[in-house]
């Protein structure tokens, strides 16, 4: 009877290991998740702004700088159409301060 509890002891000590093998390898997915849930604060993205943000960072380290705000698409989309009308200096300025305002 002795020899029954160093059995039992022995198996939930190695129980006890294999849970903190598990517990260990979903840190780094709540790592990033929780990375990116600082970001978005951050970022003040509320919404499908969001929700687009989440998806792209949590998918990739390597797209996390493709999820962009709405001011963010915004400016894009400003300055692709001043470089389409190949407007420089002030003008290009003055164009997308009304394009910003605009959007």
């Known amino acids: 009877?002795?020899?029954?509890?160093?059995?039992?002891?022995a198996v939930f000590a190695l129980l006890g290991f294999g849970m903190t093998?598990?517990?260990?390898?979903?840190?780094p997915r709540s790592?990033?998740?929780?990375?990116?849930n600082i970001e978005a604060n951050s970022r003040q993205l509320r919404g499908p702004d969001r929700q687009t943000f989440m998806r792209a960072c949590l998918?990739?380290?390597?797209?996390?700088h493709l999820a962009l705000s709405s001011q963010q698409r915004r400016m894009q989309y400003c300055n692709a159409q001043a470089k389409a009308r190949r407007l420089v200096g002030s003008d290009r300025s003055r164009y997308v301060s009304?394009?910003?305002r605009a959007r």
């Open 1 to 9: 009877m002795s020899q029954l509890p160093v059995p039992a002891l």
């Open 21 to 27: 093998g598990t517990a260990s390898a979903e840190s």
């Open 31 to 36: 790592a990033v998740m929780k990375q990116c």
């Open 59 to 64: 998918s990739s380290p390597a797209k996390r």
């Open 98 to 100: 009304r394009c910003l």
